[in-house]
């Protein structure tokens, strides 16, 4: 029983930490966009293609004039269900 408990928690732990980096991703994207970051960088580009694939459900669902505010709410939103519903998962392993 111990064993699959281990396990469990592990693999919970794991699902937290993927959580953890993609919400992370996008709110990296977030800063820099509001920083106004180099889009030549690679670094930049990087982080900027992964949010995009990240946020792909959440991108424009919400049609504000300023584009700092697309962003926020768009990118914004998928980092908080990640982390929800990845921390959510997470403890459920956990308990069981």
């Given at each position: 029983?111990?064993?699959?408990?281990?396990?469990?928690?592990?693999?919970?732990?794991?699902?937290?930490?993927?959580?953890?980096?993609?919400?992370?991703?996008?709110?990296?994207?977030?800063?820099?966009?509001?920083?106004d970051a180099?889009?030549?960088?690679?670094?930049?580009?990087?982080?900027?293609?992964?949010?995009?694939?990240?946020?792909?459900?959440?991108?424009?669902?919400?049609?504000?004039?300023?584009?700092?505010?697309?962003?926020?709410?768009?990118?914004?939103?998928?980092?908080?269900?990640?982390?929800?519903?990845?921390?959510?998962?997470?403890?459920?392993?956990?308990?069981?």
């Open positions: 029983m111990s064993r699959y408990r281990t396990g469990a928690n592990q693999a919970g732990t794991v699902i937290a930490v993927v959580a953890d980096v993609m919400a992370f991703i996008l709110g990296l994207w977030i800063l820099m966009y509001l920083l180099n889009r030549a960088n690679s670094l930049v580009q990087f982080v900027h293609d992964a949010a995009s694939w990240l946020a792909g459900w959440s991108h424009d669902l919400f049609t504000f004039d300023e584009a700092w505010a697309r962003v926020v709410a768009g990118y914004g939103l998928a980092a908080v269900v990640y982390l929800f519903v990845g921390h959510a998962i997470a403890n459920r392993m956990q308990r069981h």
